[in-house]
């Protein structure tokens, strides 16, 4: 089993530009979730997800989106892109109890 | 809502010594408490967890942590580090329902050193 992996591995956005990061998961994990990482302040929850079709927000939603089509995949979207969003994002899935953290991608905004 | 607090953000030590890094949380219902690791650009490992039972949890590579309900604490401890122990350290707590989510401190790195 891959567990979960992310791409790309680093990217470099203009302001303004938009770009997914993906998400994929091969446990058949139903719990599904998007973190943002800023040195100094731990992990943020960004959204996350039940199921397939189900999805929610966390704690520091605005500027991105996602969507949940299916059980394997959990794309982040940003839309406008601000030097705010300059960050390191994971994502994990979770068994009961457990979570399990992709590599994460590394996103600079400038 | 639950909340984490991590007082130390670095904590250095000499290889072979014992170190403890704290961790107290805020809550108004029963949690499950855990410690991950994250070892340079890398994602984050699960170390341990106390979800019930026993209020002492291991791993498999020496840390311990105790759950102290009266102080709301979750201690992480180690009595002989090594090199290889160096990473950032973060506790984390859930409630369990409304997608089971964590909530993280702030991380502690711990560096060790010859």
């Known amino acids: 089993n891959a567990g979960v992996t992310q791409t790309p591995k680093f990217r470099i956005l203009k302001i303004g530009q938009s770009m997914t990061l993906q998400c994929t998961q091969d446990?058949?994990?139903?719990?599904m979730y998007w973190y943002r990482q800023d040195p100094g302040m731990g992990l943020k929850l960004i959204y996350y997800?039940?199921?397939?079709?189900?999805?929610d927000k966390g704690e520091v939603p605005n500027g991105y989106n996602v969507s949940r089509s299916t059980t394997e995949d959990f794309p982040l979207r940003l839309e406008l892109a601000a030097p705010s969003q300059t960050s390191v994002y994971f994502c994990a899935s979770k068994t009961k109890y457990e979570q399990y953290f992709g590599p994460g991608t590394r996103l600079t905004v400038t | 809502a639950q909340s984490v607090t991590q007082l130390d953000s670095q904590v250095p030590v000499f290889e072979e010594a014992p170190v403890e890094l704290r961790c107290n949380y805020s809550s108004s219902v029963s949690v499950y408490l855990f410690w991950y690791v994250q070892y340079p650009n890398q994602g984050l490992q699960l170390l341990l967890k106390?979800?019930?039972?026993?209020?002492l949890v291991e791993s498999i590579n020496g840390f311990e942590a105790e759950f102290n309900k009266s102080q709301t604490s979750f201690h992480l401890r180690k009595p002989s580090v090594h090199i290889s122990d160096t990473a950032e350290y973060f506790c984390?707590?859930?409630?369990?329902?409304?997608?089971?989510?964590?909530?993280f401190g702030t991380g502690t790195q711990l560096k060790v050193e010859l």
């Open positions: 106390y979800l019930s039972g026993s209020t």
């Open positions: 446990m058949n994990h139903n719990y």
């Open positions: 984390a707590v859930s409630v369990g329902g409304g997608g089971n989510k964590l909530t």
């Open positions: 997800s039940v199921g397939a079709g189900i999805t």
